[in-house]
């Protein structure tokens, strides 16, 4: 007797599904404007009150409820029809942007407006963000989990690259009140599109209990998953290394090496690793999902070492560039991890977990990588941050259940 193995789908093959070709435009209009908002709502702040701090304190505002209320969010999100959370937290979104802007374009906005409001938004991410990752299991069918997730991978790549730029051109062409009404009318045609996605009901509703009962049960699957917390663990040290070697001490090395126009060639060679392995994985199956990203997290150390040795520009452009690239395998191997062993019901609350975990330090690197920096040298703090970086990836692999968790087959 033999049995016949699944054929792979190809890599288009989610857009014949008329939920995931729905969900798929809408998110690419919602990211058209998401990837323009954070220009555009910089130079907003600065032309109401020109200070480093104001623009800190906006910020501050979206990022704080988002953490705060994370874990409410995935409950609601797996409480409710998710397409039906992504909507209203979409029409929300929209209707705060469409504020700011009209505040910008009347000359009428003051600091504590533009800050209430991203609190605002902030709040409304803290549900859509575990709504938006875990929805994609609803779409399609089990054998179509890789190729959706790199479908989205690039949508999200190639909009990281071209978004900024045009913000830009708008900012500059006709102003930022402008550019974020362009970003507030994103949210609002994503919402619409939204309505033509259908999920089916469960097969079972849940049992009514209490968000405490719903937080603790989430919490209970998150550390019976070994491999779960082991990641977020490594991640929460990985993100503030990233946030204070990189993203703080990296712009101002540049400044004193390769200037400002390098630092901006090695940001976009980052997304164009992202966007080109995307390519890659849209015809290679991941067999080891959670083996294969680590060791493609481990490369994000190779720009910092050269950051920290000796900064080349070339030699940070290759290495920002396999750097993207090892960072989009571990995207896929996570969610495809996630979305094939956790039970569906509970998608939303594991991934808020996940957030939460791998979120809350990112604030202490911005931190206090500065101070470290001034007190012993720029360079060799990246340096030694790309070899702790680089460490804490492999140490993962010393956990079995990272190592050896393999695909689980899906035959619808």
């Given at each position: ?100 802007a009209a ?53 999200r ?50 049992q ?33 290394i ?48 959670l ?7 481990t ?21 920002a ?92």
């Amino acid at each position: 007797m033999s049995t016949q193995t699944p054929a792979r789908p190809s890599a288009l093959e989610p857009l014949r599904e008329r939920n995931f070709r729905w969900f798929f435009t809408a998110r690419l209009v919602n990211l058209l404007g998401t990837s323009m908002a954070p220009v555009a709502l910089t130079f907003a702040v600065l032309e109401v009150e020109d200070s480093p701090s104001a623009l800190g304190q906006v910020l501050a505002a979206n990022s704080i409820p988002l953490v705060i209320f994370l874990l409410l969010g995935g409950v609601i999100a797996d409480r409710f029809d998710r397409a039906t959370v992504l909507r209203v937290t979409n029409v929300g979104a929209g209707l705060t942007q469409s504020a700011v802007a009209a505040l910008v374009l009347t000359d009428n906005a003051e600091l504590w407006h533009l800050i209430a409001l991203a609190a605002i938004n902030g709040t409304l991410a803290a549900a859509s963000f575990p709504a938006m990752t875990s929805v994609v299991p609803n779409l399609v069918p089990r054998t179509m989990l890789q190729p959706a997730n790199v479908l989205i991978s690039m949508q999200r790549a190639g909009l990281a690259i071209i978004g900024p730029s045009i913000a830009a051109i708008l900012v500059v062409t006709v102003g930022p009140g402008l550019a974020l009404a362009v970003d507030a009318a994103a949210w609002l045609m994503s919402a619409a599109l939204l309505t033509r996605v259908r999920i089916p009901p469960r097969d079972a509703p849940p049992q009514k209990s209490s968000v405490v009962a719903d937080l603790r049960e989430g919490w209970d699957v998150f550390v019976g998953h070994t491999w779960l917390w082991v990641i977020v663990l490594a991640f929460a040290l990985m993100n503030a290394i990233h946030m204070g070697a990189w993203f703080t001490l990296g712009p101002a090395l540049a400044k004193d090496t390769i200037g400002e126009r390098g630092w901006g060639y090695i940001l976009s060679a980052e997304a164009v690793g992202l966007l080109a392995m995307t390519l890659v994985l849209a015809r290679v199956r991941l067999r080891r999902p959670l083996l294969t990203g680590m060791l493609g997290m481990t490369i994000f150390a190779a720009p910092l070492l050269v950051m920290g040795s000796d900064p080349v520009l070339w030699l940070l452009v290759l290495g920002a560039f396999a750097a993207g690239m090892g960072v989009e395998v571990f995207s896929l191997g996570w969610n495809l991890a996630i979305q094939e062993n956790i039970e569906e019901r509970m998608l939303s609350r594991v991934y808020s977990y996940d957030a939460l975990g791998s979120f809350v330090a990112i604030p202490v690197g911005t931190l206090t990588f500065g101070p470290l920096g001034e007190a012993f040298g720029t360079q060799r703090v990246i340096l030694i941050s790309g070899f702790v970086y680089a460490a804490i990836a492999l140490a993962t692999l010393a956990s079995r259940s990272v190592r050896r968790l393999d695909r689980v087959d899906q035959t619808s």
